[in-house]
């Protein structure tokens, strides 16, 4: 309930035109996938009732598009968005710079000609 109200905040705060999160990946702990299952079940139910689309995006398009490679470890995906925004990096927690990286993939994704045809 608390993340709920936490993005409908939010949603109401910001007015998004749209929602971007990150596909589920492969992890080793089942327990992992069910909380993130979850989250991600709460973040399109909000976005839903917000009228709002829902745009996801595979990991490796992510890191692919602030880092270059879709290979890339979750610390150079970091660094590279805080340097990219102006953000020290100190100042920002992974979950932040994760969710910041979701953003920066789906601006390049809708800014692009090719994007916006999809």
């Given at each position: 309930?608390?993340?709920?109200?936490?993005v409908d905040?939010?949603?109401e705060r910001r007015?998004?035109?749209?929602?971007?999160?990150?596909?589920?990946?492969m992890a080793?702990?089942?327990r992992s996938i069910m909380v993130l299952g979850e989250a991600r079940g709460v973040l399109m139910l909000a976005a839903a009732e917000a009228s709002l689309p829902v745009h996801e995006y595979a990991p490796r398009e992510v890191k692919m598009s602030v880092v270059g490679t879709g290979?890339?470890?979750?610390?150079?995906?970091?660094?590279?968005?805080?340097?990219?925004?102006?953000?020290?990096?100190e100042a920002a927690t992974e979950d932040?710079?994760?969710?910041?990286?979701?953003?920066?993939?789906?601006?390049?994704r809708v800014s692009s000609p090719a994007g916006r045809l999809a």
């Open positions: 309930m608390r993340l709920k109200k936490g905040e939010v949603i007015r998004p035109s749209s929602v971007a999160i990150e596909q589920i990946f080793k702990n089942p290979s890339a470890r979750k610390g150079q995906v970091a660094a590279m968005i805080c340097a990219l925004i102006g953000m020290k990096r932040e710079t994760d969710a910041l990286a979701v953003a920066f993939c789906h601006l390049l």
